[in-house]
């Protein structure tokens, strides 16, 4: 059975993803709401969240080569990455020990360099390979559930990969912390890669923090004409 896919991202009211502060408090509280077994994240979002949060990098630690035991009861989502070319070498440990996931989960292709395979494997990083050159979302969602037994995808992540998964048919709600303002020209527009339209419908809309709205759309069979 196909797992639920949810996207879940912070944006402006003119559907912006950048050039304002998001409130993080509150997204990631609505994401643990979802109780999503997998956090599907793009290898330039991740990379970005690094950069974000870790000015300084630490440096890889011989524990950080072996994988977390799961803790009994524990509720933490895998984190899943697309990194066919090998964007995260030498700062996957970051994510491992950030204690905000059960361990990474990295998706590659046939193209990915052999060096970051080597890579993957002396620290036992989970990896698949699931396309030619990119991606295929289906396949990787269909291994998600064989073989992790996921149930909810959550997928976390900037306009590119959001857009392929909506194009591809594969998204069942969109969730949006909205924040009250506009970036105009400024901001990176969240589905500004989506090559054709897509019909919602509204599941909820409440106020969420001080400042924000929570909106959830189910996404609708057919697409805009």
């Not at 077994?37 to 990379?47: E, I």
């Not at 697309?82 to 292709?109: M, Q, Y």
């Not at 901001?187 to 599941?203: D, E, M, N, Y």
Request: aromatic share 6%; glycine share 8%.
């Amino acid at each position: 059975m196909k797992p639920k896919v949810i996207l879940h991202n912070s944006v402006s009211v003119d559907g912006a993803i950048s050039g304002f502060d998001v409130d993080m408090g509150v997204h990631y509280h609505i994401a643990s709401t979802f109780k999503a077994q997998a956090h599907l994240v793009g290898s330039k979002t991740a990379l970005t969240g690094i950069q974000t949060f870790r000015k300084k990098p630490p440096t890889e630690k011989p524990q950080d080569m072996i994988p977390p035991r799961p803790r009994k009861g524990s509720r933490r989502p895998w984190f899943v990455i697309p990194d066919t070319r090998g964007k995260l070498k030498g700062k996957l440990h970051i994510l491992r020990s950030s204690g905000f996931c059960r361990d990474v989960i990295i998706l590659t292709s046939s193209k990915t360099p052999k060096a970051y395979l080597k890579y993957l494997d002396e620290r036992r990083y989970p990896h698949h390979s699931v396309g030619t050159d990119r991606i295929n979302l289906n396949k990787a969602i269909k291994l998600l559930a064989e073989k992790y037994k996921v149930k909810t995808i959550l997928s976390d992540s900037g306009g590119v990969l959001n857009s392929f998964l909506l194009s591809r048919g594969l998204v069942d709600q969109i969730s949006l912390l909205v924040h009250p303002l506009l970036t105009g020209k400024a901001g990176q527009k969240l589905f500004a890669k989506l090559p054709s339209g897509r019909r919602l419908q509204v599941v909820h809309s409440r106020k969420a923090g001080t400042r924000c709205v929570h909106l959830v759309y189910r996404v609708a069979k057919g697409r805009v004409k």
